[in-house]
């Protein structure tokens, strides 16, 4: 552990960072709460706008580092259902901003086998915004490494307000039986079906809560703060957060026992 204390570190160089982390520690499933980017212009006495402008730095090197890492999935918070609230002109940015992510970017995750994957209410975006989601969800979908899922009108209680509709229905339609409805059919039901649980919790920007951000999937997830800025946020900072989590251990609410430093028996 004194090794990733070091890794860790700043100035240790990035090759050093991914050569001495293990595949066995990593995590299979990072989501990001990216958060400061209003932070980030007003410091500058730039526009908002240009925050959002400059995160789309950090989502290229997250995305990048992710698929080197080999990860299976990666998950980003860009758009809540509560960010409807914000001006209208912001709002119109961040979904530009998103389009114009998708055309530059769409090559490189072909390029680097990523499967793009958007979850939340999409049927509520724009019409063209949805063109472009579909698209490339398209073009990635015979991809087999990363999954990377950007959250989009996306909230942990509107996915469980789905979740009791679907459930609702089935019912209704006679396709489900109420004491059907178990952990493992909600599971399957979630916008995030298909990929592990988030083994790994990054929110930057200093702020210390989980903003009703996959609220069932984070059951078990690892939490890492870091008072980053988002358009801030390194290759650097994110090897920083997965050597954080692989010095942890993780019991699922087991114990471990004299002599079982992995806890392995406990977690089963």
Not at 66 to 74: G, P, S, T
Not at 143 to 163: K, M, W
Not at 237 to 262: K, N, Q
């Amino acid at each position: 552990m004194k090794d990733l204390d070091r890794l860790a570190a700043p100035g240790t160089p990035e090759r050093e960072l991914l050569d001495r982390l293990a595949p066995e520690s990593l995590p299979r499933h990072v989501a990001i709460i990216m958060d400061g980017n209003g932070r980030w212009a007003r410091q500058r006495g730039l526009p908002r706008v240009e925050g959002h402008r400059a995160g789309i730095r950090a989502v290229r090197e997250s995305v990048e580092a992710a698929a080197r890492l080999e990860l299976k999935a990666l998950t980003l918070y860009a758009f809540s259902t509560e960010n409807w609230k914000r001006p209208r002109w912001e709002v119109r940015t961040l979904m530009a901003l998103l389009k114009e992510y998708l055309a530059k970017e769409l090559r490189t995750m072909v390029e680097n086998n990523v499967r793009f994957r958007p979850v939340g209410r999409l049927g509520e975006l724009e019409p063209e915004i949805q063109e472009s989601l579909a698209h490339a969800v398209e073009v990635t979908s015979a991809n087999t490494g990363l999954v990377f899922q950007i959250a989009l009108n996306y909230s942990g209680r509107a996915e469980f307000v789905d979740l009791v509709r679907a459930a609702t229905a089935a019912a209704r339609g006679g396709t489900v039986a109420p004491e059907d409805v178990d952990e493992e059919w909600i599971a399957a039901h979630l916008a995030t079906a298909g990929v592990p649980d988030p083994d790994l919790l990054i929110r930057t920007s200093g702020e210390l809560r989980v903003s009703n951000f996959l609220l069932w999937q984070i059951a078990y997830a690892e939490l890492h703060f870091t008072p980053v800025l988002w358009p801030d946020f390194t290759t650097r900072d994110l090897l920083a957060a997965v050597a954080d989590y692989a010095r942890r251990e993780r019991r699922y609410g087991g114990v471990v026992e004299p002599g079982h430093e992995t806890g392995e028996e406990a977690d089963q």
